[in-house]
């Protein structure tokens, strides 16, 4: 029935972090222990307040459809968030709601990308960038990074990869999966390059900003020069545990905003109206009543670099924000443990799943085939049961 498909999704790959959920899902069905770190999913409940305000929106009856682009109120709530917390200036018609950071992204490529436009990608990158891309016709073009420069992409790297055909620079910060983020130093650096090349416009996928661990997030389209050719993709996924709502939105010129409104009125229309009205609630709030997940977190990153530290083979950096490590486990390849040898990073995590009942994620999916993400998104009890049971079968 292949052969009935579009060659669209035939060539579109499975996403890989959600794929081994779905395999650890199905371990776990058949009676398995096993224990997921493979999704990007915080652990914590969403705070009172947040239900709240989707609770009064039920009874405010909140059912109709909403505007495509968002409530006016939430889109004012954003601008606020991006002025307060960004020091970006953003009208409400350069703003625009979608249902999760994910569609926003999709929005942008279906909007901006033609046949053989090229999009940089520093790697490692989050698993959708590159078939996003690819859907919307573009070129993926990935710019290899290491655990030795903290998985950054450098000024001489980015202009090394540009060529006439590129359109776009897709980068996320804090990074997922390497927990990598761009302080200003390094995005002036980046920026340098870019002015001398001004068709190119940048996508900032700043989802996990508030979860920072160095006490202070830099949005490139505040840099001299950017703010005109930056598109700021955020949501309220990771920051306020709110994944299954599935609200994001993104700031940026009002062309653009413009466009994917257009898009997305022929594709999903407005995201979820009681959700919407939460989120004003959250984006309102102060950074303070997150400020719980995000030291617990932080707790949560130590302990694990901690106990990977004490295993032979794992190389390891010090992200600075997220909740991943990104661990370069190469000096396995060509053994053979407990009888399965290790050919690349896919064969590591697929033995980690089978013989330790821990689901990782591979780093081909990223971009990167010499590591896996490990999600510390999880309990203090299950990261020191886990990073136990990696320890023994390695």
Not at 206 to 222: C, D, L, P, Q, W
Not at 233 to 247: C, D, E, L, P, Q
Request: some cysteine.
């Amino acid at each position: 029935m292949k052969n009935h498909l579009s060659d669209r999704i035939n060539s579109m790959s499975t996403s890989a972090t959600l794929a081994m959920a779905a395999k650890a899902r199905e371990l776990k069905s058949e009676g398995k222990d096993i224990i997921g770190l493979s999704l990007g999913e915080p652990d914590f409940n969403i705070p009172d307040f947040i239900k709240e305000a989707a609770k009064q929106a039920i009874d405010q009856n909140y059912s109709s459809y909403s505007p495509v682009d968002g409530y006016a109120d939430l889109k004012q709530s954003i601008a606020n968030k991006f002025k307060r917390d960004n020091g970006l200036t953003y009208g409400l018609n350069q703003i625009v709601v979608s249902t999760g950071a994910k569609q926003s992204l999709a929005n942008i490529a279906m909007v901006m990308l033609n046949d053989g436009d090229e999009v940089i990608l520093p790697a490692p990158y989050w698993v959708s960038y590159s078939d996003i891309v690819k859907l919307a016709e573009g070129v993926p073009v990935e710019v290899p990074t290491s655990i030795d420069t903290d998985f950054k992409m450098t000024p001489e790297q980015l202009e090394k990869a540009i060529t006439p055909k590129t359109k776009m620079i897709w980068f996320s910060s804090p990074c997922n999966p390497s927990g990598s983020v761009y302080n200003q130093e390094e995005l002036e650096g980046l920026a340098t390059v870019l002015r001398k090349h001004p068709n190119i416009f940048i996508v900032s996928d700043e989802i996990y900003e508030h979860i920072n661990f160095i006490g202070g997030h830099v949005s490139i389209a505040n840099i001299d020069g950017m703010y005109d050719r930056t598109i700021t993709v955020n949501g309220v996924s990771k920051a306020f545990a709110m994944t299954g709502w599935r609200i994001g939105y993104i700031g940026g010129p009002e062309w653009i905003a413009k466009a994917c409104n257009k898009f997305q009125g022929q594709i999903t229309s407005g995201a979820n109206a009681i959700a919407q009205r939460a989120t004003i609630a959250a984006l309102d709030a102060p950074i303070s009543s997150i400020k719980f997940m995000i030291d617990e977190f932080h707790k949560r990153r130590d302990l694990v670099l901690e106990l990977l530290g004490e295993i032979k083979g794992f190389n390891l950096n010090v992200p600075e924000g997220a909740f991943y490590v990104f661990p370069d486990i190469s000096s396995f390849f060509g053994k053979t443990l407990n009888g399965t040898l290790i050919n690349n990073a896919s064969d590591f995590a697929l033995y980690l799943l089978e013989k330790a009942n821990v689901a990782t994620v591979t780093g081909e999916a990223f971009g990167n085939a010499n590591c896996i993400r490990i999600s510390y998104a999880a309990s203090e009890k299950e990261l020191r049961e886990a990073i136990a049971r990696i320890k023994a079968v390695v």
